[in-house]
């Protein structure tokens, strides 16, 4: 059995919002859907399935689907998943502070190989923008939108 990575990914945002609305977001297709993914699904319960999509993403316009199962939803705590082909755990934590919610995200499971330390990356990159544009999303209503095509 390949070596697992024990370090987590860990993001810490702060957004002035509620941690019932931060929570509800992040818990429903459509709330995913309006900042980060295209045609996502989630049944927001444990054992429930989860798939984040992309279509035409970013500027690389890259598609993916990336299925997964929900482990946890505690509202408006903690919301915790699994996802992938070998598959990690990401966990959300949420925590009321200073009029709005303390996010942490944080994600284990990666194997020590270079495929897994490649992805490991690629994602600690990508929970940093999916915090940053939630945190739009919520306090200013500010929605990605992919260059046009040329």
Not at 58 to 65: C, E, K
Request: glycine content about 8%; hydrophobic content about 35%.
């Amino acid at each position: 059995m390949t070596e697992k990575i024990s370090e987590p990914i860990r993001q810490r945002t702060f957004i002035k919002a509620a941690p019932e609305k931060v929570f509800d977001t992040i818990t429903s297709a459509e709330g995913w859907n309006a900042f980060f993914t295209t045609d996502m699904e989630l049944d927001p319960k444990p054992g429930g399935r989860i798939t984040f999509r992309w279509k035409d993403w970013g500027p690389d316009r890259y598609s993916l689907d990336a299925p997964g199962k929900v482990l946890e939803v505690d509202r408006p705590k903690r919301f915790a998943f699994q996802w992938g082909r070998r598959p990690t755990t990401i966990s959300f934590e949420l925590e009321p502070q200073d009029g709005g919610t303390v996010l942490e995200v944080t994600e284990v499971g990666y194997t020590n190989t270079p495929e897994g330390r490649r992805h490991m990356l690629e994602c600690a990159c990508g929970w940093g923008e999916a915090a940053t544009l939630l945190k739009f999303w919520l306090e200013h209503g500010v929605i990605y939108t992919p260059p046009p095509r040329t």
